[in-house]
């Protein structure tokens, strides 16, 4: 047995966790980001209530100088916050028929139609797997998602 098995040297040990197994090793690079990742995801949760109640006091304040929609700019000291108003109307499938007849002709165009069709981790499986060429790679566009971190307790 190696006695530095168990030391971790200037707090560089890293533990791979996947499934049931565990290797260790050392990278003081690795290991200083996941600190610091993990410390900062904590200082921001810490003042996100903060950070909410101001964003809902400039919201109120933005309000109260626009009317309905629109974007409004509040400058202090050389420094903009833009705060946006929108609308988003969502068009039930149970309602669909009847706004159609309403609208007419108008329908096409005041009306964005959006159909999506994703594929299972089946499919990205079949469609990726390079020895079985399966024609439906040729159909689809698959792409990376971006890596989601979580700090778990």
Same mark, same amino acid.
């Given at each position: 047995?190696?006695?530095?098995? +168990?030391? +971790?040297?200037?707090?560089?040990? *890293?533990?791979?966790?996947?499934? /049931? !197994?565990?290797?260790?090793?050392?990278?003081?690079?690795?290991?200083?980001?996941?600190?610091?990742?993990?410390?900062? /995801?904590? $200082? @921001?949760?810490?003042?996100?209530?903060?950070?909410?109640?101001?964003? +809902?006091? %400039?919201? =109120?304040?933005?309000?109260?100088?626009? $009317?309905?929609?629109?974007? %409004?700019?509040?400058?202090?000291?050389?420094?903009?916050?833009?705060?946006?108003?929108?609308? =988003?109307?969502?068009?039930? =499938?149970? $309602?669909? !028929?009847?706004?159609?007849? &309403?609208?007419?002709?108008?329908?096409?165009?005041? *009306? /964005? %139609?959006?159909?999506?069709?994703?594929?299972?981790?089946?499919?990205?499986? &079949? !469609?990726?797997?390079?020895?079985?060429?399966?024609? *439906?790679? $040729?159909?689809?566009? @698959?792409?990376? /998602?971006?890596?989601?971190?979580? @700090?778990?307790?």
């Amino acid at each position: 047995m190696n006695p530095l098995e +168990d030391v +971790d040297v200037a707090g560089s040990k *890293v533990v791979i966790k996947q499934g /049931k !197994a565990e290797v260790d090793f050392f990278d003081i690079d690795l290991a200083t980001a996941l600190r610091d990742y993990r410390q900062l /995801k904590i $200082n @921001i949760a810490l003042v996100e209530p903060a950070l909410r109640e101001l964003k +809902d006091q %400039i919201i =109120e304040k933005a309000k109260q100088h626009l $009317n309905g929609r629109g974007t %409004i700019r509040f400058v202090v000291d050389g420094k903009p916050v833009k705060v946006t108003f929108g609308y =988003e109307c969502v068009i039930t =499938e149970d $309602n669909l !028929a009847k706004v159609q007849e &309403l609208l007419g002709e108008r329908f096409v165009d005041l *009306v /964005k %139609i959006k159909t999506s069709y994703t594929g299972t981790q089946t499919l990205i499986d &079949l !469609a990726s797997d390079a020895d079985a060429k399966h024609p *439906v790679r $040729n159909y689809l566009t @698959i792409k990376e /998602k971006n890596p989601e971190l979580k @700090i778990e307790d």
